[in-house]
T-cell receptor
Framework: AQRVTQPEKLLSVFKGAPVELKCNYS??????LFWYVQYSRQRLQLLLR??SRESIKGFTADLNKGETSFHLKKPFAQEEDSAMYYC????????????FGTGTRLQVFP | NAGVMQNPRHLVRRRGQEARLRCSPV?????VYWYRQLPEEGLKFMVY????????ESGMPKERFSAEFPKEGPSILRIQQVVRGDSAAYFC????????????FGPGTRLTVL
């Protein structure tokens, strides 16, 4: 079964601390993995995708096929990083539908 | 570019009524997706449409739910005879291409069934 698991509902850190939001997936094949972010009162937006291998707003995520994980990391959290983060996958085929995890709320305290 | 527009933003219906949710994709986008988010859950795929065609409706409930994306005008998600369990946030996303193109999301419509 295709599934995305985000084990933490809430992650609270202080400004300047490292952040790791966990994401594990279950998919038989070669999925594409994404992180979407929703800031307060804003719409869901793409943060990064594994194929682009970019660092966006200081965040990185590496696809680990052996552990079927795609954890999101940032070495030094900022208050403006506080938001809801969703991990998602898109399977093979041409329908593009995204399978989302339940999300992790990141709170960064000053 | 106003992005994906959804209306209404909030919709209240009584049990048994019909709900119509509208989605205007990003200008030039011909691919539309509908997702539903129940409380405390992630977004769940419902249906994928291209202009005038339903491509994948594997996430749509078999009864009472339908979707369309006409040649002209917005995409419509229609829920007939709503029940309390239909209360959720419904999100629309659009993309310019198939094959894992980036999806741009609308602000969502929050449906409350009394």
């Amino acid at each position: 079964a295709q599934r995305v698991t985000q084990p933490e509902k809430l992650l609270s850190v202080f400004k300047g601390a490292p952040v790791e939001l966990k994401c594990n997936y279950s998919y038989s094949g070669s999925p594409e993995l994404f992180w979407y972010v929703q800031y307060s009162r804003q719409r869901l937006q793409l943060l990064l995708r594994h194929i682009s291998r970019e660092s966006i707003k200081g965040f990185t995520a590496d696809l680990n096929k052996g552990e079927t994980s795609f954890h999101l990391k940032k070495p030094f959290a900022q208050e403006e990083d506080s938001a809801m983060y969703y991990c998602a996958l898109s399977g093979q085929g041409n329908t593009d539908k995204l399978i989302f995890g339940t999300g992790t709320r990141l709170q960064v305290f000053p | 570019n106003a992005g994906v527009m959804q209306n209404p933003r909030h919709l209240v219906r009584r049990r048994g009524q019909e709900a119509r949710l509208r989605c205007s994709p990003v200008k030039g986008h011909s691919h539309v997706y509908w997702y539903r988010q129940l409380p405390e859950e992630g977004l769940k795929f419902m249906v994928y449409l291209q202009k005038e065609n339903i491509i994948d409706e594997s996430g749509m409930p078999k009864e009472r739910f339908s979707a369309e994306f006409p040649k002209e005008g917005p995409s419509i998600l229609r829920i007939q005879q709503v029940v309390r369990g239909d209360s959720a946030a419904y999100f629309c996303a659009s993309s310019s291409q198939g094959g894992r193109g980036e999806q741009f999301f609308g602000p969502g419509t929050r449906l409350t069934v009394l």
